[in-house]
């Protein structure tokens, strides 16, 4: 597989999903955000601009804002979802008709930089043996007339990087790596980013060292990617990103939530997995509510133990009669190891455990803790011949376990 940064981004948010898109290439109507329609439309829009000033031509602002009224009317369309209810289609076309129209003023009339290239196709290699291939678009590359190249993207995000943050970015950082290696006397180079809704240019300039980690941290990821491939193991990470999900609809973790979501209260109430959760959840809270009070009964206890003790002992008794039933009382000395239960006795306790080790008693009185014996066998780091010998002894077991969970879903997305 040739990866891009966003298959890799997509990798490192959510392998499941990188496995729904890129692996299994799972076919499901795409859903359009209003965040990736108006990012769409603004690319689009600069994209012609700059076309149009490679011709030699200079769009009027008036024209340069009509072609933005005029695709976005001609690109609208009804599935366009939007996750922020309490905003419309309108408040977001009117977004980027105002960063459009501040992008305009402020680099109005183009010349400060000779545009070289729009949706340049990068290709490179992060090693020689070209094992590692990358791939991806800038969005518009320039050159200054002192002979910096800028590899520019447009972002319509929310959030405005720090400079940190816009230091450690990967993607336009592999650009330069692609561009010098495309062209000659590219030795300055300046990433830019445009972030058009804060009318904010973030740049980052990176040196050969920093550009040789990127390389080793990229090539790291790809071969995390490509060990999630080899073995089959996509595991699903939530996040807010979600909401933006094309499968969030046959993701395990929110196949359920897509299905109640368009529910009638009553329909909602009768679905079977809501009946077993809410039946599960009851129980759960009886269980701890009753748990509370064992708690409290055995702090009770303790403290009934004690008086006891203390009036058996003043009086030499052993047993203590009540209306129902005896107490026999014994108190006897003797000793307990430190345990590492307690945190100021975990150093006597790796102590006691290496002298024990040391003196060739360990095997007699330590236990074997199975699940501890199980990870090592499933991480693969026992000796291999002990890996082998225990394999014989391995029942296939399926573990099923129900634990109640939060209900951030259903503050966020349940209105019902
Ligand atoms: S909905 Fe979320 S957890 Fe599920 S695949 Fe998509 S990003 Fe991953």
Redesign the pocket.
């Known amino acids: 597989m040739v990866f891009s940064h966003s298959r890799l981004e997509t990798f490192e948010?959510?392998a499941?999903?990188f496995k729904?898109q890129y692996i299994d290439k799972v076919e499901i109507p795409k859903r359009d955000s209003i965040e990736a329609f108006l990012g769409s439309r603004v690319h689009d829009v600069l994209e012609e601009l700059y076309k149009h000033k490679l011709m030699g031509k200079t769009w009027t602002k008036d024209e340069f804002l009509k072609y933005y009224f005029d695709l976005w009317e001609k690109e609208k369309h009804d599935e366009i979802f939007i996750v922020k209810k309490q905003y419309t289609i309108d408040d977001y076309y009117r977004q980027g008709l105002e960063a459009l129209s501040k992008y305009w003023e402020r680099y109005y009339p183009f010349e400060s930089e000779k545009t070289i290239a729009l949706e340049q196709r990068v290709y490179l290699s992060l090693d020689d043996g070209d094992r590692y291939r990358i791939q991806g678009f800038i969005d518009r590359l320039s050159k200054t007339p002192a002979g910096v190249w800028q590899i520019r993207d447009y972002k319509t995000k929310r959030k405005l990087p720090t400079k940190e943050e816009a230091d450690k970015d990967r993607q336009l950082a592999l650009y330069q790596i692609g561009i010098q290696k495309m062209w000659d006397n590219t030795e300055k180079v300046e990433l830019i980013w445009h972030y058009l809704l804060f009318d904010e240019e973030v740049k980052s300039v990176r040196s050969k060292k920093d550009l040789e980690t990127l390389k080793i941290d990229t090539i790291h990821t790809i071969q995390e990617a490509e060990e999630a491939i080899k073995t089959d193991n996509f595991p699903?990470?939530?996040?807010a990103?979600?909401d933006w999900?094309d499968?969030?609809d046959i993701?395990p973790?929110?196949k359920h939530l897509a299905l109640i979501l368009p529910l009638a209260p009553k329909e909602f109430k009768e679905d079977e997995g809501v009946v077993l959760a809410d039946r599960y959840s009851e129980l759960h809270a009886k269980r701890y509510e009753l748990k509370q009070q064992i708690a409290a009964i055995e702090e009770e206890m303790t403290i009934v133990e004690e008086e006891i003790v203390r009036y058996a002992l003043q009086f030499g008794m052993t047993r203590i009669y009540g209306s129902n039933r005896a107490l026999n009382v014994k108190v006897e000395e003797t000793f307990r190891l430190p345990t590492n239960s307690i945190k100021s006795e975990r150093p006597q306790r790796e102590q006691l455990e290496t002298y024990l080790k040391n003196s060739g008693i360990w095997q007699d009185v330590s236990q074997l803790t199975p699940a501890r014996l199980v990870n090592l066998f499933e991480a693969g780091t026992l000796q291999p011949k002990l890996q082998t010998g225990l394999s014989k002894y391995l029942i296939p077991h399926v573990v099923k376990q129900v634990r109640p969970g939060s209900t951030k879903d259903y503050d966020e997305n349940f209105e019902g």
């Open positions: 948010s959510c499941l999903k729904y699903y990470r939530e996040s990103l979600c999900c499968f969030f993701c973790a929110k």
